[in-house]
């Protein structure tokens, strides 16, 4: 906010606003009204300066959020035509094309966002391991799915998914464990409410 305060035409800012609270609904920390906050600002920022590729992404991640893919797939695309390098594009495509039952196309996606982006941080080894695991690549979605917590231990739904594999292999023990530090860092989970606010 006071980045706009100082200047109103600073598109970066609303991106950044957007982005907050798409987060705070994805999280449970908000409710539907922040999507539709998130969403004001996003299109105020591709407004403002409609050949930044990040105003494309931040209108892809929300759209995300509202469940509207082919939306999201859509501003991804755009954000990709001004720059063909954009690595999280093509991280934030792949984590769509899971969520549309197409983790195959997912999963070379994603490979593409890591091989532009070699040090990517734990969302991407996330998306990957993800798409792995609905691919039926196992052995790989666990591989993804370890470097995704080694980047950040606190990563809850790399953690679920970790616990799917791992059940998936027959390793129960360390699925069961993997639930409890599930319950450990977020004591008050449940599947449903996780669901709720799930893209």
């Known amino acids: 906010w006071k980045a706009i305060e100082l200047d109103p035409a600073f598109s970066r800012a609303y991106a950044g606003l957007a982005m907050t609270y798409a987060l705070a609904y994805q999280l449970g920390w908000d ?7 998130a969403l004001e600002f996003a299109a105020t920022a591709e407004q403002m300066n409609p050949d930044m590729p990040d105003a494309h992404w931040v209108l892809g991640f929300v759209e995300t959020q509202r469940r509207r893919h082919a939306d999201a797939i859509r501003h991804l695309q755009r954000a990709l035509r001004l720059n063909p ?4 594009a093509y991280a934030l495509m792949g984590g769509i094309r899971t969520y549309m039952g197409q983790p195959a196309e997912g999963v070379s996606m994603l490979r593409t966002a890591l091989r532009l982006n070699p040090d990517a941080g734990s969302l991407y080894f996330l998306l990957l391991g993800r798409a792995l695991y609905f691919v039926g690549e196992h052995e790989q979605a666990l591989v993804n799915l370890e470097h995704a917590l080694a980047r950040n231990a606190e990563n809850v739904e790399a953690r679920v998914y970790l616990a799917a594999v791992l059940a998936e292999v027959g390793d129960a ?3 069961a464990w993997q639930a409890e530090e ?4 977020e004591p008050g989970f449940g599947t449903s409410r996780w669901l709720a ?3």
């Open 31 to 37: 409710d539907d009204a922040a999507l539709g906050r």
């Open 85 to 88: 390098s954009y690595a999280d």
């Open 197 to 199: 606010t799930y893209p």
């Open 182 to 185: 599930i319950r450990a860092i």
């Open 173 to 175: 023990e360390r699925a």
